[in-house]
C-alpha cells in the first residue's frame, strides 16, 4: 500500500490509494471514491482496463463519471421529483434541465472521501453529506470500501445511514475495456436477466417491466455486444437472482480472449451503458459501464425495489469484478 497527496482542494487534501494484491493494482482517489486506476499484470506484461482521467482534478466535473462512486442516487430520478411519507422532495436537474441524473450537480463523486481505513490490499472511505445535499432529505453517513482479493478481484462495497427518511442507490461507475485501445462493442457479454426496463426518450423508465427474448437486450447466453443496425445501450437489467441475494450475474470477455470479468453483486439492476456518449479524450465506445444499482426513477416507481432508506436501517450494497486470464 501506498497513500500519498496530489493536490488541496476546498482545504481538504485529495489523496490516492495504491492498493496490491498478486498482480492486480489499483490507485483509489478520495475525489468521488474513484478507481482512478486498475491494471492486471497478465504473462505478457501490465493490462490497464479502466478508462481514466490523466489529471486527478478532472474529476471535478468528470461527465462521464470515469471510475466514481455516483449517488445519493445513481442513474435518473424524473422531473427531479418523488415523494417520501407524503411528503414530496425536488431534487437537482443536471441532465437536460428535466431530470436528476447520478446524485446532481455536486453529488458525492464530485466529492473528496475520506480515508478512515487503510491496509496493503483495502482501503475505506467516508462522506457526511448534509441533509438538503442536492435536495435530499436527511444527514447521510456514506461508506466506500475497496477491496482486492486473491486471484484478481476487485471488491467494492457500500454502506450508508441516515438520520431522516430519504432514498439512496450507490454505483460504482468505472468503465471496463478488457483489451486496452479497443471498441466496447466488440467486447461478448452475458447478463443473468430475463426482463429489462423500457425507457422513453429521457431514458427515464416507462414502468413496463418487459422480456429480452426477441429484443436487442438478450444477453442471456454470451454474444457480441454489436449489433447490426448498431444499437446503441444505455439501460437497465431486472437480474434473474432474488433481489439482495450476492450471486454471479454477468460475464465479460475481451475482444482479443486474452481475459475475462464476472460480476458478483447483490443489488437488484444493473444498468449497462457501451460509453457511445463518451466525450474526448476517449470517445465513443472507449469504455463499458456495468453499474449494479436499484433500477432508475424506482422513487416514483412503486413496483420496483425500493431504494428508501430510514433511520435506524443500513444500506448495504457489496460487487465483484472477478478477473481471469483466458
Not at 127 to 152: E, K, V
Not at 270 to 281: A, E, N, R, S
Not at 283 to 311: C, I, K, M, T, V
Request: glycine residues 8%.
Amino acid at each position: 500500500m501506498m497513500r500519498r497527496s496530489l493536490a488541496v482542494l476546498d482545504d481538504q487534501t485529495v489523496e490516492v490509494v495504491t492498493l496490491v494484491q498478486g498482480a492486480l493494482r489499483a490507485e483509489i482517489l478520495t475525489l468521488g471514491a474513484t478507481v482512478w486506476d486498475l491494471v492486471l499484470t497478465l504473462p505478457e506484461g501490465p493490462r490497464p482496463l479502466v478508462l481514466k482521467h490523466a489529471d486527478p482534478l478532472g474529476y471535478l466535473s468528470n461527465p462521464a463519471y470515469l471510475g466514481v462512486t455516483a449517488g445519493r442516487y445513481a442513474n435518473r430520478i424524473a422531473q427531479g421529483r418523488f415523494e417520501l411519507d407524503g411528503q414530496r422532495y425536488e431534487v437537482d436537474c443536471n441532465e437536460k434541465g428535466r431530470q436528476h441524473l447520478h446524485g446532481g450537480t455536486s453529488g458525492v463523486s464530485r466529492k473528496n472521501w475520506s480515508v478512515v481505513a487503510v491496509s496493503d490490499n483495502s482501503v475505506t472511505l467516508e462522506l457526511l453529506s448534509p441533509a438538503g445535499d442536492n435536495g435530499f432529505p436527511g444527514t447521510a453517513r456514506l461508506q466506500c470500501r475497496y477491496t482486492l482479493d486473491a486471484p484478481a478481484t476487485l471488491r467494492v462495497e457500500y454502506q450508508a445511514v441516515s438520520d431522516a427518511v430519504t432514498v439512496m442507490n450507490l454505483a460504482h461507475h468505472s468503465y471496463f475495456t478488457l483489451q486496452p485501445g479497443s471498441d466496447s462493442r466488440d467486447h461478448r457479454l452475458e447478463i443473468a436477466a430475463d426482463f429489462y426496463t423500457p425507457v422513453d426518450t429521457d431514458l427515464i423508465p416507462t414502468g413496463e417491466i418487459r422480456r429480452v427474448a426477441e429484443t436487442p437486450f438478450d444477453f442471456r447466453t454470451l454474444r457480441r455486444i454489436r449489433q447490426a443496425p448498431d444499437h446503441p445501450y444505455d439501460i437497465n437489467f431486472v437480474l434473474r437472482k432474488p433481489a439482495g441475494h450476492f450471486g454471479p450475474i454477468a460475464r465479460l470477455i475481451g475482444p482479443d480472449e486474452r481475459l475475462s470479468c464476472a460480476i458478483w453483486t447483490d443489488a437488484a439492476g444493473l444498468q449497462v451503458y457501451d460509453g457511445h456518449g463518451l466525450p474526448t479524450p476517449h470517445g465513443a465506445y472507449a469504455g463499458l459501464a456495468l453499474e449494479p444499482q436499484f433500477f432508475p426513477d424506482s422513487p416514483n416507481q412503486p413496483h420496483f425495489p425500493s431504494a428508501r432508506l430510514a433511520p435506524g436501517d443500513n444500506y448495504t450494497q457489496r460487487t465483484e469484478y472477478r478477473l481471469a486470464p483466458l
